[in-house]
């Protein structure tokens, strides 16, 4: 018998504005821009592209391009679609004061 796997999509599992914050934070702190960008593209999805392009303004398209694994969104996508995702960049130092 042989085994089927059906590809995991964690944009079924982003159902909560809070999940949504805590995987692209997760992202952000991996420091690797593709794969950020690759993670708020997974969280517009799980919100849905089409709320996402009315809010923003973006098309659809455009999103899809933008948050593909070869986009490569600008600043002003990314703080266009993280505000209407709900969420908040925030920065903080991570050098250490003694």
Known sequence: ???????????????TPEAIAEFI??????GDATYISKAIGIAAR?????DLAR???LSREQL??????RG???LKTVMAVTRALGVDI???????HH
């Open 1 to 15: 018998m042989a085994e089927t796997f059906t590809e995991f999509d964690p944009a079924e599992y982003l159902s």
């Open 25 to 30: 934070a997760d992202a952000l702190e991996s």
């Open 46 to 50: 799980a919100r849905g592209m089409t």
């Open 55 to 57: 809010e923003t303004g």
């Open 64 to 69: 899809y391009r933008s948050f593909s694994e």
């Open 72 to 74: 490569n969104p600008t």
């Open 90 to 96: 925030t920065a903080r130092s991570h050098v250490e």
